[in-house]
């Protein structure tokens, strides 16, 4: 049950509900199990529930690990 | 699509197989489970085994909570589901697991029992202020990611004091399964089923922390690396992994920081808490009976717990005969070697969960990585 | 003095279907007149027989025909009206035919309301009138509530296939290069989206169109093509391997090449589904002989339904008759036949 995608936060809306936005298309998810989100944050959202917020600085520290890593190899 | 199109560049993909390759110390063989079923997709999708040298393995772990359902509980939904002025709400994975004689949610709904699928356990809510006249009954699986939105909705119950709803829960644990494989007899003994090390589940890991997996670390001395869901993360983790088994180290590495912090998401974390306890034991599919491994409804909602409202029996069905998710599950056999697979247990006619749910090995493998065999041939 | 009698003018607006519609009576001829023939209105129904006489050239004829039992019959893009009209003429065309005539056949249920018939008859004249392809007879029938879902649609299509062509799903010989004409799984998630309450920023429509007019380009540059098909139901993935299998080959396609828009991949991603699977109506699959595959490309791209077009893979032999991928990354996999109907995927 891992399928989970990470969406942007658009618009927040009464009773712990946001509409979120992936790839151009948007839809109306929970964020009752998440703190603190913004409109312009980014949550993963499993079966409909915004789960988490995605780290912008980890995630881009994790993009500059692959490169680094892979480029340390073969040594 | 930001923070998915970066984590699936296959330039990148190219270097960091590359490293592995480099790294990966001929003669010596990695054996590397992932757990997550939306892992085992992955690579199935990305046909990431194609770029792994041929002495790093992935074995395919019980991760799928479709697949480690057992037939009993999938035999008591269909009975929930027969019972008239039920409207049976269910996630689409599991409308073509096979019970018992071979029926299935969706053959149940063809023989004229309201079966819904939906995409959100809210939905099945909604279905219930709907339909004030029916008794709605959401079939709630999943390991600790999908666990929360069922805590909520169950709240949400109560406090709306809706009467016609209830959740039939088979909530599982995720450390719970890794130490059942760990202290397997087979693998225990050195030179069966090596198992090397882990890549941690995604968004279990999410929920839970990675704390929960020191344990695992520490104890049986595997290394762990949780990793993200896109192809690119399930590399790395691999490349990190490998790295970890050359340099001897055993440790808990977060490849997936993004979105996976030490302590989880305590929010869920709390909600889960107030509404679910442990069960004693539960049955797992391929697994048999594991202790504290599964949750239930607490006393204060036991009004939603469909199993006390339907008075439902705890069945135990044997598997198929010949059948080999068992083994499948726990890494120790593939599915070319099972008797059935391909002949009489196919997508279109599954016999056992590893065939029906699209992230089973058997189904991954025979959608797409059964060219092999012949290429091979 | 007028001797004929006329009933009640029939309230469009408001009314619903009944059983006299389907009864054979006066209420069914002013409703067949004053909806079917007036929106159709050709020669051949103007006569109205049981049946559309009228001559042909000599040569290959094709019949096809489909049902339509889609559900919600509005959908972004079109409705079960026009997709009827385009989706059989669809199948006349991809045996290189010109389509000549349509019949369309109605079950309605008792109750559905006349001003959502009205408006998907005058759809379906529309596709028809803009396709240059008359529905030349039909039928009728009213079935009882619940015993039908609203509207189902009936429609079969003749055409008359060019001197030259041999254009079967049998022909695809390794070494045949596949193109698509343009983006897949459009209407697929068109109308799941309606169903699902998704929104978009852009707006996604179904691409339901008729391709006669792209195949008959397509046609007259190369009458060498091999093959033909629309990926319907089941989407390019089916389609692919039907031909695998009807021409004993295999196939190897590159997922980078595949037009998807980026909302659709996005839906896909939302709702657990793999855009290889979705169904198109306005799309074609195209496999013919490696040295016109250039021109062939050409040819398409120069249509307006074709501007997306792309060579997607090329047929090899194998006897297992696969359809295999060789994804963004390098690796591969099996493109297979789905089993039963996609489900959404949570996991």
């Known amino acids: 049950m891992c399928l989970a995608l990470p969406a942007m936060v658009k618009e927040l809306l009464p009773d712990d509900q946001a509409v979120v936005l992936l790839g151009g298309v948007s839809k109306e998810v929970s964020v009752a199990l998440v703190e603190d989100v913004q409109p312009g944050d980014y949550v993963i959202v499993h079966v409909g529930y915004a789960l988490s917020k995605v780290d912008a600085a980890e995630a881009e520290k994790t993009l500059a690990l692959f490169a680094q890593m892979s480029a340390t190899a073969a040594q | 699509m930001k923070y998915i199109d970066e984590y699936r560049d296959g330039a990148m993909a190219k270097k960091i197989a590359a490293a592995i390759k480099a790294e990966a110390e001929p003669g010596r063989d990695y054996a590397l489970m992932e757990f997550c079923g939306g892992h085992t997709h992955a690579i199935s999708r990305y046909g990431i085994e194609d770029l792994l040298p041929a002495n790093v393995r992935m074995i395919h772990g019980p991760g799928c909570p479709v697949c480690v359902l057992p037939i009993g509980r999938v035999d008591n939904a269909i009975e929930i589901a027969r019972t008239p002025g039920v409207i049976l709400c269910t996630y689409g994975d599991l409308l073509r697991v096979p019970g018992s004689k071979r029926a299935s949610l969706l053959k149940v709904k063809a023989e004229g029992a309201d079966v819904r699928m939906v995409y959100s356990a809210a939905d099945s809510l909604k279905i219930a202020q709907d339909h004030p006249d029916k008794q709605v009954v959401f079939f709630a699986i999943g390991f600790e990611t999908t666990t929360p939105p069922t805590a909520v909705i169950l709240k949400q119950a109560k406090a709306l004091k809706l009467n016609n709803f209830s959740i039939f829960c088979n909530h599982v644990l995720t450390p719970s399964a890794i130490r059942n494989i760990l202290e397997s007899p087979e693998v225990r003994e050195l030179g069966t089923v090596p198992l090397d090390g882990f890549i941690g589940p995604a968004h279990v890991s999410t929920v839970i922390g990675s704390r929960p997996y020191d344990y695992f670390a520490e104890e049986y001395q595997k290394p762990v690396v949780i990793a993200g869901f896109e192809p690119l993360d399930v590399l790395q983790a691999i490349l990190m992994l490998v790295r970890q088994l050359n340099e001897g180290r055993f440790e808990v590495e977060n490849e997936f920081s993004r979105a996976v912090t030490i302590d989880g998401n305590r929010k869920a974390q709390a909600v889960v808490a107030e509404v679910f306890e442990l069960r004693r034991i539960f049955e797992w599919r391929g697994l048999g009976m594991v202790p504290y491994s599964a949750l239930r409804i607490k006393e204060p909602f036991a009004q939603w717990d469909a199993e006390k409202r339907f008075d439902i029996q705890p069945l135990s069905v044997p598997d198929v005969k010949a059948c080999e998710c068992g083994a499948i599950l726990r890494g120790l056999k593939k599915p070319a070697d099972c008797r059935l697979f391909g002949k009489a247990c196919t997508p279109e006619s599954p016999m056992g969960s590893c065939m029906v749910s699209a992230e089973g090995a058997c189904a991954a493998y025979w959608t797409y990585g059964r060219f092999r065999q012949s290429n091979n041939a | ?347």
């Not at chain 3, 196939?251 to 998807?260: K, S, Y």
């Not at chain 3, 297979?336 to 996991?347: T, Y």
């Open chain 3, 1 to 347: 003095m007028t001797l004929t009698r006329k009933g009640p003018a029939i309230d469009f607006a408001n009314g619903r279907v009944d059983m006299t519609h389907g009864g054979g009576g006066r209420a069914m001829a002013q409703l067949v007149e004053e909806l079917f023939v007036a929106a159709f209105d050709n020669d051949m129904l103007r006569q109205r027989n049981d049946q559309a006489s009228f001559a042909v050239e000599a040569g290959r004829m094709v019949m096809t025909t489909d049902g339509y039992v889609i559900s919600p019959m509005f959908f972004p893009g079109g409705d079960i009206g026009s997709l009827a009209v385009h989706g059989t003429v669809n199948d006349v065309a991809m045996a290189g035919a010109v389509p000549i005539a349509l019949s369309a056949s109605f079950i309605i249920e008792e109750g559905l309301p006349l001003a959502d018939l009205k408006r998907i008859v005058q759809s379906m004249a529309a596709a028809s009138r803009e396709a240059g392809v008359p529905i030349v007879t039909g039928d009728t029938k009213v079935v009882e509530k619940g015993k039908g879902d609203g509207l189902f649609i009936s429609t079969t299509g003749i055409g008359r296939v060019p001197a030259g062509l041999d254009i079967s799903g049998d022909k695809a010989r390794a070494g045949d290069v596949i193109l698509v004409s343009g983006t897949m799984g459009d209407h697929g998630v068109a109308v799941m989206s309606q169903r699902e309450s998704l929104g978009f920023e852009t707006t996604l429509k179904s691409d339901s169109a008729a391709l006669h007019t792209l195949v008959a380009g397509m046609v007259a540059a190369v009458p060498s093509i091999h093959c033909l098909r629309d990926p319907t139901r089941g989407g390019l993935a089916a389609t692919l391997n039907e031909m695998a299998t009807q021409s004993g080959v295999g196939m190897m396609i590159r997922e980078a090449r595949i037009p998807v828009r980026p909302e659709v991949m996005g839906a896909c991603e939302l709702l657990g589904l793999d855009p290889l699977y979705v169904a198109n109506e306005g799309k074609l699959i195209a496999i013919c002989p490696a040295a016109e595959a250039e021109r062939l490309l050409a040819v398409m791209q120069a249509h307006p339904l074709g501007r997306d077009a792309a060579i997607i893979g090329e047929v090899i032999p194998d006897d297992h008759h696969f359809v295999q991928m060789e994804t963004a990354f390098g690796g591969k996999r099996v493109v297979d036949w789905l089993a039963g109907e996609q489900l959404p995927r949570i996991c």
